[in-house]
């Protein structure tokens, strides 16, 4: 079992920064695939970023390409979404996720097997 606390998270104008982090639970960390996916009111959750389990590869969404970096620190057992250049339509829960697997890069809800309670991002224009 692992447990995943967001942070970071709160009000920004658009074009400013944040950095969320998500602290995990255990001494596997290392071998969990990890992801970023947020939630916007009224809408689907939907996947923003993921990291590999050495944090060699990642994978993004298009629409926070060249803005967003996911990046971990296994030493930390902390993983990080580097929030740049925020828009308002970036305004949502943002939510971390384990895949215990961490074979391959996954961009699903289904592909992951824990998740944390979420920080709120809001973009004001």
């Known amino acids: 079992q692992v447990q995943l606390v967001e942070s970071g998270g709160g009000l920004v104008q658009a074009g400013g920064s944040l950095r969320l982090s998500c602290a995990a639970s255990?001494?596997?960390?290392?071998?969990?695939?990890m992801g970023w996916f947020r939630q916007a009111p009224g809408k689907e959750r939907e996947f923003v970023a993921a990291v590999t389990r050495s944090g060699r590869s990642a994978y993004y969404t298009d629409s926070v390409k060249g803005r967003f970096t996911i990046s971990r620190d296994n030493a930390k057992n902390t993983v990080y979404l580097q929030m740049n250049s925020l828009k308002p339509e970036d305004t949502a829960v943002y939510y971390c996720a384990a895949d215990r697997k961490g074979v391959v890069v996954t961009t699903t809800i289904t592909g992951y097997d824990y998740w944390g309670q979420g920080t709120q991002v809001t973009v004001s224009s």
């Open positions: 255990g001494r596997t960390f290392s071998s969990y695939g």
